[in-house]
Structures are given as C-alpha cells and as structure tokens.
C-alpha cells in the first residue's frame, strides 16, 4: 500500500531509478504508465519532449503521477519494476486484437508489448505503411532520423498512429502480430557476439604493457600496476555541515560514486597533474575490462587517445570514429552499429589526455547524427555533452588546466588523481625490483632522502627511480632534489645505456654529453616546434623534416604510438611522456647558439591568459635560427599549452642552475652565453615574483593582507626551486609582506611542499599558511619543516597526514616561537600521535588553538592530550569535531579543563557523548570561569545529562553560547535548562534544535525564553 506521503516521501529515490538508467528506460516506464492509463495522451506528450534533461522529465512524471493520487504513486512503482524486467524477459504477452473496433486505444494498451516486437523489424514496417500510404515520406523521414534509437522509432511509429486516423492503428496492430516473437536479446546476435569478442581482444592486447622506453622490456601491468590515490572531487561551494574529506575510492568505483556534479551528463572526468598516472588508470580499466574482471555491464569499450584524435584532419561521423579509428566489425558493421545506437547504456568510450587536443571545449555546434561527418572535435564535444551516443557513460582525462568551468557543465562526476600513497611507493618500488634486497635498499635510501621520497609520490618520478636504481644506490640519492635533477639522471641513463660498454663505464662526463649533443638538439627542437603546434605525435615525415635519424630514436627518448594498425618503420613515435618533451624543449632552448639569451625574459613573463610566454619568444627563434621559416612558427605558438610552457620554463631554470651549469658549459662553445641566460631568467623569475606579489590587494581594515595563490604563483615558486639559489629565493620574497597565503585546492604535493618551503622560509615576517585540501600528506609535511619557522598558523585540512607526519611536524614546532595554531581538521590523526599533541600544549607557552575535527581519536587519545591540557595556560581554542571521545574522552577532558585559565571555545560535536560526559562536563562548567562556547551538537544527551548541565550553568558565569543541537532532549531537559538560565544572565544562546520537541512544545519553550534557539 503506498499512501500520497508515502510515495512522497519516496520521491529523491523514484527521481534517482527514474534517471539511473537512459532514457530508453525512462520512456519504457511512459509506456507502461500509458497502457494502464494512469498518464492520458496529454500528459504523455508533455513528458516525452525531445532535448529535455531526463532529471527535470522524471520530476515531472511525479508530480504528474501525484496528481492523481496513491493509485498513481502505486502503478508508477509498478511500471519502474516491468521497465526494469523488460530487458530480462525475453517475450512479453501480448495478445492483442487485430480488428478491435478501436485500433488506436488497443494500440495503447498493448503498448510496451507492440513496441517490443516493432523492435528490429521498424525499416520494414515503415517501408509497408509508406507503400500502403498510410505515412507521407515526410513522416518517414522523420520518424528514422539517426538520433532515435529502434525503441524510439517504433514509439515514434505508435505516436504517428495515435493521432492519424486513416488506418495505421489498425495496419499496425495487424503487422506487429505477423512479426516473429523476439527470442534472444539483441546482443546475443552473432554479429555483435563476434565483435564484442574482437573489441576484447583488441583492447586486452593494447592495454597488456606498460611500454617503456627501449621497447625491449615491456612491463606486464598486471605485475607492476599500484594504486593510485583517487578522490571525488564534491562541489565545495555547496552550504551545509562541514564536508567531510573525500573518500579514497577503488578504481572499480569510477562509476558507482554518488558524488555526482550533474545527474543527467555522461562524462566522467579524472582531473591529475601530468605524470601522475592518468593514462595508465585508463590502461588499467581497459585491461580490467576486456579480460572480463571488471566494468563488465559495459559489453564495448572503446579507448581513444585524444593526442592522436587531433591529428584527423578529416571530417568524421561516430561510426568512423568507432569503426575505422578503433576496432572494425568485420561483419555486419549496420547492425552492430544499430546495436551500439539502441543500447548506449552498454557502451563506454574513453577519452586520454584532454590536454593535449589542441582544441579548447566549446559547446556552440551541435551534432547530432551519428552517421553525418564533421570535425573531430565538434565529434569529441558531442560526444562528451551527450548529444551523440547519449547515456553511454565516457570518461575523459585531463590535466587541471585544461578543465574549464564551461567543461565542467557537462560533467556527471569529477575524480582527482593524486598519486602514489607513502605505501603505493612501497609497493610500486617492490613490484618493479624483486631480485632479492633491491627494493629494500632502495627503500632505504628514499626514506633517507626525503626530497626524493617526497618527488617520488607522483608515479613518473618513482618510475624513473626504479629505471635509474643502479645509478642511485652506487651514488646515493642526496643530492637529488629538483625535477630538473631527476630528469638528468634519467638522460644520463638512457644515453648510458646506448653507448658501448667502455664508455658507459666513466659516467656522464661533459665530453661524452657533448658527443651527443647535436642529437639532443635535433631531439629539443623537434620537442620544441611539437609544444608550439600542440604537437604531441610525429609522423616519419615530421621525424625527417627536423633530422632526426634512427640512431637519435635508439635512445629510446621516442617511442612508437600505440596505435591500431601502423606498425614498423613508418609508426609515428611521440616522446616517452609529454614531461620529457618539454625537457628536451627546454634542453634546446638553453643549449641551442640560436638563441639570444636576453629573449628568455619573454617565458616567464606571461601576461593574461591566452598570450602564450614561448609565442612571444619564438618570432626571436625564427629570425634567429636559420631552420625556422619566416614567422609562421611563431604563430603556430600561440596556440601551445600553456602549461607545457610552463613546464619548460620551470626545467628551463633548473638546468641554468649553478649546479648544472658546470655540466652544459662544457657541451657548449659559449660558456658566457649560458652565464647570460642564466642571469636573465633569474633575473625575470625575482621580477615576476615581484610583480605578481604588488598585484595583491591591499587588506581589508582590521584583516591580514591575504594573497589567494593561483596556480602562476606556484608555477613561480617551482621555477625558483628549480634553480635552488638561497640569494634569489631571498631576493624574491622580501617584498612580499602577507599576512595570510591562502593556497587552498592548488593540488600542492610533496613536490610544491618542498619549493614553498625553500622560498617562503625567508620572508621576513611570519604567515599563515593555508593549505587545505591539497595532498601534501606526511612526506609533504617532511618537505614543509624548513619553513615552519616564519608560520604563524598552519591549516592543514583534508590532506591525508597520519600520525607520523604531525609527530615529526610537532617535533619540529615546539621551538618555532611564531607558530600558535594549527589546524588539521579531516587527516588520519590517531591516538597515537596524542602524546606528541600533549607536549605541544603542555611546552608551547603561547600557543592558541588545535584543531584536530574529524580524524580517529577516542577515549585513550583524549585522556593523553588532557594531561597536556593541565599544564598549558594559553590555548584559545580546541576542537574535537567528529572524533570518537566518548564519554570517557569527555570526562577526561572536563576534569583538565576545570582550571584552565584560557580556553574559550571547545567542540565536541559529534563525540558520542552521554549522560556520564555530560555530568562531568557540568563539573567543569562549575569550575572554570574563562570557557565562552561549548559546542555538544550530535552526541547522545538526554534529559538526565542535560539536567546536569543546567545545574552546571547555575554555577557558571563565563559561558556564552552552549549548543546542544541533533541530541535527544525532550521537553523535560528544556524545562531544566530554563529553570538554570533564570539565575544566569552570561549565557545568550542554548541551541535546541534537532532534539525530542514537538511543533507546539518548540513553539512554547521558545516563547519562555528567547535565548532557547528551537
Ligand atoms: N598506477 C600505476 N602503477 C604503476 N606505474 C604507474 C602507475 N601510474 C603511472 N605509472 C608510471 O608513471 C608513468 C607516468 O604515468 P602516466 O603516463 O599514466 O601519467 P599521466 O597522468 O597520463 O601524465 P600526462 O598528463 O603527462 O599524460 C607511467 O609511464 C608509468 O610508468
Ligand atoms: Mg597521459
């Protein structure tokens, strides 16, 4: 039975099936609702309008069904389960009468069984009623436009009948009859079966290996594949209870997590910085796939790479795409189409690397037939907002910068990729070294070395750790700091590795780099020009126009495209990862005797959005360098990735660092030319700094100054990293006097952790540091020690630290006299690290508040940090938000707190807090005399430990607001506390809200007492 409220109450659920689904679920339920005339031709015509979002449809069927009462609350459930079993059954009983007296309403009431059997044999019916004229071609026509489904023009086909009433009714009640029972499901045609198990086999091929760079060793994924750290990014603006972090989700969740952005959309979006695993998360779900281990409701999956897409130069329509640039059916390519068309639901297409399609995501041209040719990106844009192959679920992947809010739109959820986990580092490096001992030396030594360690969390730096870890372990890894560093122990690798033996023997020596460099210079400009043209592929041609021989591609800097089909000499090959290909460009930029060196002043210095640093630079290339034609290159630059060239910029300071310099002046004739360079990018990087710090706005009256960082001032802080000089780090700082640096959501890592560290520790006076929401976690809490000396304030929320990494942070606190907050609000804090939290209070003579809300403390936790508590007099403020203190916890901290001179505000929402807590809460209220809020939201309180905190008020006169909000008082409670709030005249406001009151109970207690909030 389900009453009007009932099936009110049930609505977000039925909104949620009604659109779990596509639309052609949605539309079974119509006919369903139709046959049984709980929806009249109006409504249903109302309710199938074309282009709607499919939410705002099936908000619409409830209130349409609601109108009409329980019934139609019954019969809508009723139709959701048929429309679910539809597709299970394999024939629906459908006993329907050729020559009813009125065709149209036994049409109607036969519906979804008519439909059903119409179902693959539409082009034959629509070709009889156009012979027998019952339809005009017009109507044909518009019946088999490409966007429908079969289903849909079988309805289309009903809908035509409903309202002609010329005998078509009659014609198709007579027709369906005469149509075989459909036996099988669709997919179980043989056609389909033969190419699904051709798909798989493609794809399982494609995402076997992980290619590495001599093409010799290929890597099995499954052997050396580690998780990565994957998070749902949830829309933060929204208002409501503090958000709890993002949960760590398996890759098998990429499509069941409910932090959706936007119902209706398709898209799944996995948003990481580049290196940090995109690509091979995509491998690893395809693998998963075809070997038949996970995503198996999916029955295609379709991989593209949208590095390759951008080089189609022709107009294609989706059955190209599919076919010719994916897998080819080898027979029947219609009906397979026709299948992948009417079940979209079952269809999957993933999209890599979205920042490297040259084309920014727009949303003008619409397309949607899938057989009609058009742009590549006009087909990617549709493809993404749904407008072709609607509900086949996509996920596309991206660097951040590529995301734009327009992008955003059409996104059904967006997943962040952050790396490998202190423990995935473990793993991957036991996964690729399982000869005995090595995993475990070269453990040591990154622990050891904790700038290597904190680099290594993005999975291409543990990559080339394990590639270079002969080299490591002979030399050690301490003086490996910058990415510049780990990129010229990997060069050094490769070439080693492709020269004879005797020579390997002495090293990198400048002689042996500078017997390479003509090839590093044919590899840097072929790098370069690909960052101007968003170039990422190269073709046997290109590979040619630029010089580079068989003997350049030997050193494995160039693989071969994995790509279907070409294979051989012709294959066209792209860098290693894009990362490489802006050190190359960066290599040449520095290296090659074209260039004037004070033009390297145009790379850091961007301006504005669109002005691309290198497109300014570039027209000087092309004067300069006698290959470079005209100006064309230049303008084929303005289009470059910006945050390419600010890759290559950020390599580009790191190989003019004294510390390499040494190194490249030997390769080069001009040592002088390279001290120039060198001092003009420093130069520009201290002026940019400069500049981007006076743009700050004044502060507001009675504020700090805050500077809201964007991702250029972190871009800028890298560069100067890179160039690792104190004098320039000092330089760049000293005019910056902030009081708040606000760095919230920028992605900041171990490896940002450590340039902050090494440019921010010389402001001159203190700051607040406001990380929240990043992934800095314990290695980039390692990485931030040197710094904490100018910090006044640390925030730290949402960033994965545990234990560990406070306890080394605290060690390192205690004589920092600035710092006096800190705030770590949704780590993995556990009891274990209370002892650390303990002498931080009790040996900090002025520190202010802790924030420790939502981790894992409970009682025993409690207990060690209150004995810290006792012998400290100057916290302010204490929060313990979402913890699991328990009443224990609580008494603990009530019994330390009961002299504490200074304590303003504690929180112990969320604490599963009783009657015990509260009554020795109460003795604390009776003691102190400086606590201002209590904060007791969402505990266990009931009458009896509410009644002893209102005996604790009596004795209280320094409390201000008490919030008890979400217990379970009821009016007896209420009645105490009003009865202590007449001899108190502190407190101003108790929160009641959410606890045991009736309307007209809520009504009176607040009318007694307005400092009650009910
Ligand atoms: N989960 C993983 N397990 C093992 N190795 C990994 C994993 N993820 C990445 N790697 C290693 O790191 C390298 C770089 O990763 P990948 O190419 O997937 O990064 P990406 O995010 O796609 O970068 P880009 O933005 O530049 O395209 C891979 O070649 C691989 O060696
Ligand atoms: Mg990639």
């Known amino acids: 039975m389900c009453t009007q409220e009932g099936f009110q109450a049930q609505r977000s659920r039925l909104v949620g099936l009604l659109i779990s689904g596509s639309l052609e679920g949605f539309e079974n339920v119509l006919d369903w609702l139709l046959s049984w005339e709980v929806l009249s031709w109006e409504d249903y015509e109302s309710l199938s309008l074309l282009g709607q979002p499919l939410s705002l449809l099936a908000r619409r069927l409830l209130d349409t069904v609601w109108s009409k009462g329980a019934w139609g609350g019954e019969q809508l459930i009723a139709a959701i389960q048929e429309a679910q079993a539809d597709g299970k059954t394999p024939e629906l009983c459908g006993r329907w009468d050729p020559h009813s007296p009125h065709p149209a309403r036994e049409l109607q009431s036969h519906r979804p069984a008519i439909i059903r059997r119409l179902y693959g044999h539409v082009e034959g019916v629509l070709g009889l009623a156009r012979e027998q004229g ?51 499901l669709p997919f179980e045609a043989a056609t389909c079966k033969k190419y699904m198990s051709k798909l798989r086999t493609t794809v399982a091929a494609q995402s076997r290996y992980l290619s590495t760079y001599d093409g010799a060793e290929n890597l099995c994924l499954e052997d050396v594949y580690t998780e990565n750290i994957l998070e749902a990014r949830t829309d933060v603006s929204a208002a409501g209870p503090p958000q709890e972090s993002p949960a760590a989700l398996g890759l098998e969740e990429l499509f069941t997590t409910h932090d959706h952005l936007n119902d209706a959309a398709d898209t799944v979006l996995v948003v990481g910085e580049a290196g940090s695993g995109k690509s091979t998360l995509l491998q690893r779900l395809h693998f998963l796939w075809a070997v038949g281990r996970d995503f198996q409701e999916f029955l295609f999956v379709f991989p593209f790479s949208c590095r390759q897409l951008q080089c189609l130069a022709k107009p294609l329509s989706l059955w190209t795409l599919l076919f010719e640039h994916c897998c080819w059916p080898d027979v029947g390519q219609q009906e397979v189409f026709r299948f992948l068309l009417d079940h979209p639901e079952r269809v999957l297409l993933t999209f890599d690397g979205f920042d490297e399609f040259r084309f920014r995501f727009s949303d003008h041209e619409r397309h949607c037939s899938p057989t009609d040719p058009t742009s590549v990106q006009n087909l990617l844009f549709n493809l993404l907002q749904g407008n072709l192959l609607k509900d ?58 904790s700038t290597l360690h904190g680099l290594c969390h993005l999975p291409v730096f543990s990559w080339i750790v394990s590639k270079c870890h002969r080299e490591l372990l002979q030399h050690g890894g301490g003086s ?146 006698s290959e470079c034609k005209e100006g064309g290159l230049a303008a084929l630059l303005q289009k470059a990735e910006p945050h390419n060239l600010q890759i290559t910029a950020a390599f580009l300071a790191g190989l003019l660092s004294r510390e390499h310099r040494g190194l490249l002046a030997e390769c080069q004739a001009s040592g002088k030319a390279l001290l120039r360079r060198h001092a003009c990018a420093r130069w520009c990087l201290a002026r940019s700094l400069r500049q981007h710090f006076h743009s700050i706005p004044s502060a507001v009256p009675g504020e700090a100054k805050s500077l809201h960082a964007m991702p250029r001032f972190l871009w800028l802080i890298q560069s100067l990293y890179e160039m690792q000089e104190e004098r320039l780090a000092r330089e760049a700082v000293r005019g910056l006097s902030v009081g708040h640096l606000k760095l919230t959501f920028c992605g900041v890592g171990p490896i940002e952790c450590a340039a902050l560290a090494f440019v921010l520790r010389h402001l001159r006076r203190p700051v607040a540091l406001q990380l929240d929401h990043n992934s800095v976690g314990d290695i980039g809490v390692e990485q931030l020690l040197p710094c904490l000396g100018v910090c006044k304030a640390l925030y730290l929320r949402d960033n994965n630290i545990s ?97 504490h001179q200074s304590l303003k505000w504690l929180s112990l929402v969320g604490n599963n807090i009783g009657s015990m807590g509260a009554q020795a809460l109460a ?92």
């Open 803 to 899: 234990d560990r990494g406070i306890c080394k942070l605290i060690e390192h606190a205690l004589p920092c006299e600035q710092l006096q907050k800190l705030a770590l609000f949704n780590n993995k804090l556990t009891d274990d690290c209370a002892h650390s939290m303990a002498k931080l209070l009790a040996c900090k003579r002025n520190f202010l508040a802790l924030r420790l809300g939502n981790n894992r403390i409970s009682a025993v936790g409690a207990a060690v940090l209150a004995e810290g508590l006792r012998s400290n007099s100057s916290l302010q403020f204490l929060g313990f938000w979402g913890n699991r203190v328990g009443d224990e916890g609580a008494q603990a901290l009530a019994e330390a707190l009961g002299s």
């Open 923 to 1014: 003795l604390m209220l009776e003691r102190n005399v400086v606590l201002e809020e209590l904060c007791l939201e969402e505990n266990h309180l009931q009458d009896e430990g509410v009644g002893s905190l209102a005996e604790g008020l009596k004795r209280n006169s320094s409390l201000k607001v008490l919030k008890l909000s979400n217990n379970c008082i009821t009016y007896l409670g209420a009645e105490a506390l009003l009865q202590a709030l007449e001899r108190n005249n502190t407190i101003l406001e108790v929160w009641l809200r959410g606890n045991a009151f009736s309307p007209e109970e809520a009504e009176e207690l607040s009318h007694r007492d307005t400092r009650l909030l009910l």
């Open 392 to 449: 086949a679920r996509k996920v596309l992947t991206s660097r951040p910068e590529a995301v734009s809010a327009l992008l955003r739109r059409y996104v059904r959820a967006e997943l962040s990729l952050k790396g490998f986990s202190e423990d995935g580092i473990e793993l991957y490096m036991r996964k690729h070294h399982r000869e005995p001992g090595v995993a475990d030396c070269l453990l040591r030594l990154l622990r050891a070395t």
């Open 134 to 184: 019952f339809i005009s071609q017009y109507e044909c026509d518009g019946i088999r436009l490409p966007i429908f489904t079969s289903s849909q023009r079988a309805r289309r086909l009903l809908d035509l009948a409903t309202v002609k009433a010329n005998g078509l009714a009659a014609f198709l009640l007579q027709s369906a009859l005469e149509l075989p029972v459909p036996t099988a």
């Open 480 to 625: 490996l700091k910058t990415t510049t560093d780990m990129y010229l122990l990997i060069l050094q690798h490769f070439l080693l590795h492709a020269s004879p033996p005797d020579t390997a023997s002495h090293g990198l020596g400048p002689s042996f780099l500078r017997g390479r460099l003509p090839t590093l210079l044919r590899l840097g400009c072929l790098a370069l020009r690909g960052l101007g043209t968003c170039c990422y592929v190269f073709s046997a041609k290109q590979l040619q126009a630029a010089q580079v021989d068989p003997e350049d591609v030997s050193l494995g800097f160039l693989v071969p495209v994995k790509s279907q089909g070409v294979s051989g000499a012709s294959a066209p090959l792209e860098f290693l990862h894009i990362t490489f290909q802006c050190f190359f460009a960066a290599f040449y930029l520095v290296l090659s005797a074209d260039m004037p060196p004070t033009s390297l002043r145009h790379l850091f210095d961007c301006r504005g959005p669109g002005s691309s640093p290198l497109a300014r630079l570039l027209p000087m290339l092309c004067i300069q360098g």
